[in-house]
């Protein structure tokens, strides 16, 4: 898995090309990263248990107190540049600017933990949100350090050599604190942070029960409403059933909807991926994803990643500036959500600027199209030395272009500290953005479940790029839908595989949680696929050429009838020369077609597929009674030989009331 054995990739995206960033190499044990002393505000309270009530209110036009806070679009997109070269359109957010400063919601009370490389825990715009081991309490949860370096067992944070630390810039969009005269806003600015730096692993750190004690399996992850989950696998290949990151995983989310949050579930937000055009930049990724940049499609699946394939899991893709996906996120029908992620921040002028002072003739049309478009300003690792924003030599080209622009080259006085960056992006930045929403959500109605919450996103999603109708291919004996634009089921939901419902809109969701009627969806209840539809086993060739597919029935026995639906899961046995030429498609019975795999993506000739989970949430609402269609393609791309070798399928939803 990942692009070594054993390694989990970072979700955000590399300065000049679709990669994954990878947490493989070994890490150090020199000394602690030490941090300047620095003045604080005397506008803001000083900490946690100082907070004598949970309303506060951020106006993120208030450039005394938050001045980056017009820089940040992803919260009010008011076509800003945020220090790169192309602005945004105007209104392309999610409509949290209100309930910041009039409803003055923030996520109060509310614990996030980030799951992910680190988190700085003295960084000035984050201590006084950070739970710190000195001041918990059974009430709280606390923060765990896996690392074998010299800081204590509940400091998670980076250390001097750490060239940048992505846990800090998550930890920002979820809950950088405001109003302090420096700096921005998270999404929710006084939301209680925790870190557990699980992906910043050196040798033998990452295992099956680091990953049960960071998700909600220990005392000190236990009491955390929210997990965000920047990372995920670069596979080309299907993980392995015995893989322990995903089985460590899965135990935990499983017990945790179950048992955290009294019962009541916590929420679990995971990146779907940055492997639309890209997975690594060295073989065999580089060929893998040939085909898929041919046909325009998404080189990686989300259902790829296991954990993207469960309904415990919220799945979340990137949008750009401008309100539509951006260049590199993964799509797939196990989409739930989408949040702005931004695109690469570069500021093309500056830098032909320096360039041109240097001698240099730099050609822009060699890189995306998309690099002058803006990235999202949050926290970076303090300081001048490292991070995102740092000093750089002037007279270095590659410094130059690796800065990126202004803002973090310190040149610019809102960063002159280097505190702070203007260059995250990824799937790893649409996740924080959705779980700093969950927060509000949660502070407005703390006694919703984890499903209402899924509800509740799903119901007042934004519907963004209205008119994208999706992509058609021309094969050898035709032309063929490789990926659906717009869905609407028959539960009236409206659903797409590169964005699941929608662009998150905060205000509206926190007003249908205001409102929201407990039990409204009723128990859970998830089939076991054994009790949904025996497995039934074949050896069916499918022949070549999209006149050639060929359909299964698969009706639903009677203890799976009856639900409405929250999630359908197929798996999948087949047996192929080249998996990337297959499709398949799942029609439900009343009608809603939804493609769940589709053709030209990375598996190409890198194995089979044995009982490989696939979700999509394209059925959200509707009733599972009737007959299921599973279609297969067989592209012929690579004239591969396909063969279907067995299918089941696995509902999860409520009992529909006769």
Not at 315 to 324: D, E, F, S
Not at 411 to 432: F, I, K, R
Request: proline letters at 3%; a neutral charge; one cysteine or more.
């Amino acid at each position: 898995m990942g692009l070594y054995k054993n390694c989990t990739a970072l979700l955000s995206v590399s300065v000049v090309s679709i990669s994954f960033l990878s947490s493989c190499g070994k890490g150090s044990n020199q000394a602690e990263l030490q941090f300047a002393n620095r003045s604080e505000s005397l506008d803001v309270e000083n900490d946690i248990s100082e907070l004598k009530s949970p309303k506060f209110c951020t106006d993120l036009a208030n450039e005394k107190l938050n001045p980056l806070g017009k820089y940040q679009w992803h919260l009010k997109n008011t076509g800003q540049k945020a220090f790169a070269s192309n602005p945004g359109v105007s209104g392309e957010d999610i409509n949290v600017a209100s309930v910041l400063k009039e409803d003055c919601l923030s996520g109060y009370g509310v614990n996030v933990a980030v799951v992910d490389t680190g988190l700085e825990i003295k960084h000035r715009s984050l201590k006084d949100n950070v739970v710190r081991n000195d001041r918990n309490s059974q009430e709280l949860p606390i923060s765990l350090n896996f690392r074998e370096n010299r800081l204590q067992k509940h400091d998670p944070s980076p250390i001097a050599q750490d060239k940048d630390d992505h846990g800090t810039m998550v930890a920002g969009i979820i809950g950088m604190r405001s109003n302090l005269g420096y700096g921005g806003s998270g999404v929710a600015p006084r939301a209680f942070l925790t870190g557990y730096n699980i992906i910043q692993q050196e040798d033998n750190v990452q295992t099956f029960q680091n990953f049960v004690d960071s998700l909600g399996g220990s005392e000190e992850s236990n009491k955390n409403h929210i997990f965000s989950m920047s990372y995920g696998d670069n596979n080309i290949s299907q993980i392995s059933s015995d893989d322990f990151v995903t089985n460590g995983s899965l135990t935990a989310y499983r017990y945790g909807v179950k048992n955290l949050r009294d019962g009541k579930g916590a929420l679990y937000v995971k990146a779907a991926g940055n492997g639309f055009y890209k997975l690594g930049n060295e073989e065999p990724y580089l060929s893998a994803c040939k085909t898929a940049l041919e046909l325009n499609v998404s080189c990686q699946n989300s259902n790829m990643n296991t954990d993207n394939s469960l309904p415990e899991v919220i799945t979340v893709g990137a949008l750009n500036a401008n309100g539509v996906k951006t260049s590199y996120s993964t799509t797939g029908s196990s989409l739930w959500i989408s949040a702005p992620g931004g695109e690469f921040g570069f500021d093309k002028d500056w830098l032909s600027e320096q360039f041109s002072r240097l001698g240099i003739a730099f050609d822009w049309s060699k890189k995306r199209a998309t690099a002058g478009d803006p990235a999202i300003v949050t926290t970076d690792m303090s300081g001048s030395a490292s991070g995102m924003s740092k000093k750089i030599n002037l007279n270095i080209a590659e410094e130059i272009l690796d800065i990126r622009n202004t803002f973090n080259a310190g040149l610019v006085e809102e960063n002159e500290s280097y505190d702070y960056t203007n260059t995250m992006n990824g799937t790893s930045s649409a996740t924080p953005v959705t779980s700093g929403s969950i927060a509000l959500i949660l502070e407005a109605n703390p006694k919703l479940t984890w499903r209402d919450v899924k509800y509740i996103l799903a119901k007042t999603a934004t519907k963004v790029d209205p008119y994208f109708e999706g992509v058609k291919v021309k094969l050898a004996d035709g032309e063929y839908q490789a990926e659906q634009g717009w869905v609407n089921n028959a539960a009236g939901f409206h659903f797409s595989n590169y964005y699941g419902f929608g662009r998150v809109n905060v205000a509206e969701a926190v007003k249908l949680a205001k409102k929201y009627k407990l039990g409204s969806l009723g128990q859970y209840v998830e089939i076991p696929r054994e009790s949904a539809l025996k497995t039934i086993g074949f050896n069916t060739e499918i022949k070549q050429g999209v006149q050639n597919s060929y359909t299964v029935s698969l009706p639903t026995v009677r203890s799976a009838q009856n639900l409405t639906l929250d999630s359908v899961r197929l798996f999948v046995s087949i047996d192929s020369s080249y998996i990337g030429d297959v499709g398949i498609e799942l029609t439900s019975p009343s009608g809603t077609k939804s493609i769940i795999w589709n053709i030209g993506n990375a598996f190409s000739n890198k194995g089979n597929l044995k009982n490989m989970p696939i979700q999509s949430n394209a059925f959200y609402g509707e009733n599972s009674k009737g007959v299921w269609k599973v279609k297969i393609i067989n592209s012929g791309l690579h004239s591969a030989n396909v063969k279907l070798k067995g299918l089941g399928i696995q509902f999860a939803g409520q009992k529909t009331k006769a």
